[in-house]
């Protein structure tokens, strides 16, 4: 069994992780995920920031953030979301000053992680596979810019369902023009270039909604927001960070409404 203390001791605030991914198990396969992405993950982030790029260095430290409040990696979180906030403001002083302090916490956390995790778990993991074309099985469409995200919820569903991933909604639009066996969608409506809105939009303009439920998966907890989602006939809204238990209820749900279109 591994040492807990590892983690919690490092100030990795586990309970917030296992609120997310609901067991100590799921929680420990997810972190190799992270270790499988987070060093091409730093890698980018490093190259947006040399080459002054601060749209697409908002992008990728916007989805560090998403995992590191995933894992309960709290101070990570804290600076990566103050680099997204500066980056879209174009603040390279912000950017250049700071940075250092930004890998320097990534770093630690990777190698609080890697004396947590076995290294045959690191070295061996094997992430969860998605399948972004049309098979006969029906299929949930998640739409999410968190790969952490993504691989949680293509693991509750994956047995029964053809999970089919897209990380904007550029990539939803597109999927749900080409795919006709979506029977539900998880919409995130935080991402970038289009957003969650953009997405409900179009349904809207499509007339979508009358063959695809949505439900929507958000870490925004302003009420102004779900005023303004529910303005479309979306099935429910479901706040991160949430447990296996909440997801597979909102999308039994969300599935059980596609029978009333």
Partial sequence: ??????????GVDLERGLNLFGDIETYNESLGDFMAEVHEKLTKIATYKAALDMPNYAILVHSLKSDAQYFGFNELAKQAYNHELEAKSNNVVFVNT?????VNEASRIVNVVTNY???DEIQGHIPVETN??????????????????????????????????????????????NNGTIIAMLLDLNMPEVDGF?????????????????????????????????????????????NESSVKNIVERTIAHKKNL
Avoid: C, W
Avoid at 1 to 10: C, F, G, R, S
């Fill in 1 to 10: 069994m591994k040492d807990q203390n590892i983690l919690t001791e490092n």
């Fill in 98 to 102: 700071n940075y250092d302090d930004l």
């Fill in 117 to 119: 995790l076995s290294a």
């Fill in 132 to 177: 972004n074309t049309v098979t006969i099985k029906e299929a949930i469409l998640v739409v999410d810019d968190s790969d952490i995200i993504q691989k949680f919820v293509g693991r509750i569903f994956e047995e029964n369902f053809n999970v089919i991933i897209a990380n904007n909604g550029a990539e939803a639009i597109n999927l749900m023009e």
């Fill in 198 to 242: 953009a997405v409900l939009e179009h349904m809207k303009e499509k007339e979508l909604f009358k063959t695809i439920p949505v439900s929507i998966i958000t870490g925004n907890d302003a009420k102004e927001i779900d005023i303004q989602a529910f303005k479309y006939p979306i099935v429910d809204i479901l706040k991160k960070p949430f």
